[in-house]
């Protein structure tokens, strides 16, 4: 497999980001507002009604990563093809939904909706690992992948803003972005089969002639299951830290058009203009996490990222009207660190499956990486349930503007303290990037490839690197 991912591969690889992106604001930004303000439902239930759509990803998720691991390519595209099926016709039911079904609908909608977006997503992402086993072009392709997610939520964040000055409603706008994403998206995802898929299947590859010193490999494809993730505690750590920084970002998003309007007194308009502003901070600031992660290591470069967010956002419960330049600044600021979020972790998950191959024995990279986008989408809909029960609680309302306080403390403060739980769990995260080289040369060395490929001669086989790694493992918790 080559080291170096070429630029036609990258850009097939990442162009269906875009397009994937667009749904995004309207998902986890709009939508719940919508729901509350158009069709009277109340916020606790709304939040309920996310979060138990999004149980069931706890179920879909690890059963399509496992599908994958079994299968091969047409099992890839087969799973890209049948999500996007059933994505498109749930977007359009949750945009118009029956008045008098409204809650029913934002229920059955949104189920259906993430499990077709399960469907493209586990294989999507999972597709990092298999495009090269170099630890910085990975996190190349998942920066270029990244990129164009921003471009398609800055995409996403203009359309409402262009809608509003030609005069359309929230409901058009909706249908506006729907149709946008599809027409991006269909072109795009079909260059990504056609083009970046190989002949054979990927999870067979990395593991073909496999020779263990205590015992073979007699099969390629080495089946895992769900129970055996417990054993690979790096990344039960890693997806922990996921988690936690998950919750802080979806907790604001989902009480960020209450806070334009209740705090800093903006109108509706207002709101993708923020939004806007927010993530082209993060689309502006990859090219430099890129060059940082070349120098600094990835768990301290996100963690350095994520105090950074901390220290912006602590003001934003303080601020009201005429504070916008004030918190035209946080969003930048927030913007940037989520590029961190978007571009460091995303690489550190395909070092963690390598560590799983070398470690366990097993292929599961579909199962792992479904374990993450599961938790990503159960993150983002805890976070739903915590914002809008503790607003309710709080005796907020969306045709009040009190009290204030409580909602600028839910949106700002309670991200903080999860972020914080993320820096945590990632202090002394002993795998490292000098680690994941010595992790690849052992498995080079294993399957009797030769160990002359020019990404690999400058560092000698240090097989220490991994013994100790092997050994902080086993202690880890």
């Not at 399960?118 to 990975?138: E, F, G, N």
């Not at 805890?382 to 969306?398: C, D, H, K, V, Y």
């Given at each position: 497999?080559?080291?170096?991912?070429t630029t036609?591969t990258?850009?097939?690889y990442a162009?269906?980001?875009?397009?994937l992106?667009?749904?995004?604001?309207v998902?986890?930004v709009?939508l719940?507002a919508?729901?509350v303000?158009?069709y009277a439902l109340?916020l606790?239930?709304?939040g309920?009604?996310l979060?138990?759509?999004?149980?069931t990803?706890v179920?879909t998720?690890?059963?399509i990563?496992?599908?994958?691991?079994r299968g091969?390519?047409?099992?890839y595209?087969?799973s890209l093809i049948l999500?996007g099926?059933?994505?498109i016709p749930?977007?359009?039911?949750?945009i118009?939904?029956?008045?008098?079904?409204a809650?029913?609908?934002?229920f059955c909608g949104?189920?259906?909706l993430?499990l077709?977006?399960?469907l493209?997503?586990?294989?999507?992402?999972?597709?990092l690992?298999?495009l090269?086993?170099?630890?910085?072009?990975?996190t190349r392709?998942?920066?270029?992948?990244?990129?164009?997610?921003?471009i398609?939520?800055?995409?996403?964040?203009?359309?409402?803003?262009?809608?509003?000055?030609m005069?359309?409603?929230?409901q058009?706008?909706?249908?506006?972005m729907?149709?946008?994403t599809?027409?991006?998206?269909?072109?795009?995802?079909?260059?990504?089969?056609r083009?970046?898929m190989?002949?054979?299947?990927?999870?067979?590859?990395?593991?073909?002639?496999?020779h263990?010193?205590?015992?073979?490999l007699?099969h390629?494809h080495?089946q895992?299951?769900?129970r055996?993730?417990?054993q690979n505690r790096l990344?039960?750590?890693?997806v922990?830290?996921?988690?936690?920084?998950?919750?802080?970002?979806?907790v604001?998003?989902?009480?960020?058009?209450?806070?334009?309007?209740?705090v800093l007194?903006?109108?509706?308009?207002d709101?993708?203009?923020?939004?806007l502003i927010y993530f082209?901070?993060?689309?502006?600031?990859?090219?430099?996490?890129l060059?940082?992660?070349?120098?600094?290591?990835?768990?301290l470069?996100?963690q350095l990222?994520?105090?950074?967010?901390?220290?912006a956002?602590?003001p934003?419960?303080?601020?009201?009207?005429?504070?916008?330049a004030?918190?035209m600044?946080?969003?930048i600021?927030?913007g940037?660190a989520?590029?961190a979020?978007?571009?460091?972790?995303h690489a550190?998950?395909?070092?963690?499956?390598d560590?799983d191959?070398f470690r366990?024995?097993r292929?599961?990279?579909?199962l792992?990486f479904?374990l993450w986008?599961?938790?990503?989408?159960?993150a983002?809909a805890?976070a739903a349930?915590?914002a809008l029960g503790l607003?309710?609680?709080?005796g907020?309302t969306?045709?009040?503007s009190?009290?204030?306080?409580a909602?600028?403390?839910?949106?700002?403060?309670?991200?903080c303290?999860?972020?914080?739980?993320a820096?945590?769990l990632l202090?002394g995260?002993p795998?490292?990037?000098?680690h994941?080289?010595?992790?690849?040369r052992r498995l080079?060395e294993r399957?009797?490839?030769s160990?002359?490929?020019?990404s690999?001669?400058d560092?000698?086989?240090?097989?220490?690197?991994t013994d100790?790694?092997?050994?902080?493992?086993?202690?880890?918790?």
């Amino acid at each position: 497999m080559s080291r170096k991912i070429t630029t036609a591969t990258l850009l097939a690889y990442a162009g269906p980001a875009l397009p994937l992106a667009i749904p995004t604001v309207v998902i986890y930004v709009l939508l719940p507002a919508y729901y509350v303000e158009n069709y009277a439902l109340p916020l606790l239930w709304t939040g309920v009604l996310l979060m138990l759509a999004r149980l069931t990803d706890v179920i879909t998720d690890p059963l399509i990563g496992h599908w994958l691991d079994r299968g091969n390519t047409r099992t890839y595209r087969l799973s890209l093809i049948l999500g996007g099926l059933i994505c498109i016709p749930s977007l359009f039911l949750l945009i118009n939904p029956p008045a008098e079904h409204a809650m029913l609908t934002l229920f059955c909608g949104s189920l259906l909706l993430y499990l077709g977006w399960t469907l493209i997503q586990v294989p999507y992402i999972t597709w990092l690992s298999h495009l090269s086993t170099d630890s910085y072009q990975r996190t190349r392709a998942a920066t270029g992948r990244e990129g164009l997610a921003l471009i398609g939520l800055l995409l996403s964040a203009s359309l409402p803003v262009i809608a509003v000055a030609m005069g359309f409603d929230t409901q058009a706008t909706l249908w506006l972005m729907a149709l946008v994403t599809i027409l991006l998206g269909a072109p795009l995802i079909a260059a990504l089969l056609r083009f970046a898929m190989p002949l054979q299947t990927p999870t067979h590859q990395p593991l073909a002639g496999l020779h263990f010193k205590d015992k073979p490999l007699k099969h390629a494809h080495m089946q895992s299951s769900p129970r055996e993730l417990l054993q690979n505690r790096l990344a039960l750590r890693l997806v922990a830290a996921w988690f936690c920084n998950g919750i802080a970002n979806g907790v604001p998003a989902v009480l960020f058009p209450f806070y334009i309007t209740a705090v800093l007194g903006g109108t509706e308009a207002d709101r993708p203009v923020y939004i806007l502003i927010y993530f082209a901070a993060a689309c502006l600031s990859l090219p430099l996490w890129l060059m940082l992660s070349k120098k600094i290591d990835k768990r301290l470069l996100w963690q350095l990222a994520m105090s950074g967010a901390v220290l912006a956002f602590l003001p934003a419960p303080w601020l009201g009207p005429g504070d916008e330049a004030a918190f035209m600044l946080i969003c930048i600021l927030t913007g940037a660190a989520l590029g961190a979020d978007l571009a460091l972790p995303h690489a550190m998950q395909a070092e963690i499956t390598d560590w799983d191959r070398f470690r366990f024995r097993r292929q599961q990279t579909g199962l792992l990486f479904a374990l993450w986008n599961g938790a990503t989408k159960l993150a983002l809909a805890l976070a739903a349930l915590l914002a809008l029960g503790l607003l309710e609680l709080s005796g907020f309302t969306p045709d009040s503007s009190a009290p204030l306080l409580a909602l600028g403390l839910i949106y700002a403060l309670l991200p903080c303290v999860f972020k914080a739980g993320a820096i945590a769990l990632l202090w002394g995260f002993p795998l490292k990037t000098h680690h994941h080289t010595a992790i690849q040369r052992r498995l080079q060395e294993r399957s009797g490839r030769s160990l002359t490929d020019a990404s690999y001669t400058d560092t000698p086989i240090d097989h220490s690197d991994t013994d100790r790694l092997q050994q902080h493992e086993s202690r880890t918790v």
